[in-house]
């Protein structure tokens, strides 16, 4: 989707690294969230925004933060990656009156 | 919070039958339900939606339809093509609130 972009596409980390994932919109949505998905766990919710500096935790937040200065970027940040995070992440934005759509994710292994 | 079930979490069918999958949910406040088709490698993508206001939605070959009383909804797909073998995933939320999704359901087509 071309309103969603996020970075890297792809990472490879060390286990006690600090990681930051970027997702950036071109939609001026208000909603942004973060998604990780696993095999046989479908897309489990991490953390989301409802708007700057505004953000709650989702199903499996712990070893996550997230921060939201501006509109457009959603940063999801491991403080020190562990190889139980590594994982696909996909960020998604919404609005009020429009369902919620993904950007193409980010592969991350943690070794 | 809410908890969403889906099932079956496999399904092969020949190329035109039909296909149902199943979703019930926890939460009486949800009243948003839609489904996402991921094909491998790719993002998920909304393939169709329905409100707790409307009992069926259909959109071709797909049609959804919603029992608010027993909590659970289902997608149907009928004459199936190999086109349509993916991961279907279900959510529920209140709308314009994060989704929580089901654990997923491949489908396989063959000819």
């Known amino acids: 989707d071309a309103g969603i972009t996020q970075s890297p596409r792809h990472k490879v980390t060390e286990t006690g690294t600090p990681v930051t994932l970027r997702c950036h919109q071109t939609?001026?949505?208000?909603?942004m969230y973060w998604y990780r998905q696993d095999p046989g766990h479908g897309l489990r919710l991490i953390h989301y925004?409802?708007?700057?500096?505004?953000?709650d935790k989702g199903e499996v937040s712990d070893g996550y933060s997230v921060s939201r200065s501006k509109t457009e970027d959603f940063l999801l940040t491991l403080e020190s990656a562990t190889s139980s995070q590594t994982s696909v992440y996909f960020c998604?934005?919404?609005?009020?009156?429009?369902?919620?759509?993904f950007g193409d994710g980010t592969r991350l292994s943690i070794l | 919070g809410e908890n969403v079930e889906q099932h079956p979490s496999t399904l092969s069918v020949q190329e035109g039958d039909s296909a149902v999958i199943k979703c019930t949910y926890s939460d009486s406040a949800s009243n948003y339900f839609p489904w996402y088709k991921q094909e491998l490698g790719k993002r998920p993508q909304l393939i169709i939606d329905i409100r707790s206001n409307v009992g069926e939605k259909k959109d071709q070959r797909i049609a959804v339809t919603l029992n608010k009383t027993a909590k659970h909804f289902s997608l149907h797909i009928t004459e199936t093509q190999p086109e349509d073998s993916a991961v279907y995933f279900c959510?529920?939320?209140?709308?314009?609130?994060?989704?929580?999704f089901g654990k997923g359901t491949t489908l396989s087509v063959s000819s």
């Open positions: 998604a934005i919404g609005r009020e009156d429009q369902p919620q759509h």
């Open positions: 959510a529920a939320s209140m709308w314009g609130t994060a989704l929580i």
């Open positions: 939609e001026n949505h208000r909603y």
């Open positions: 925004s409802y708007g700057v500096k505004d953000t």
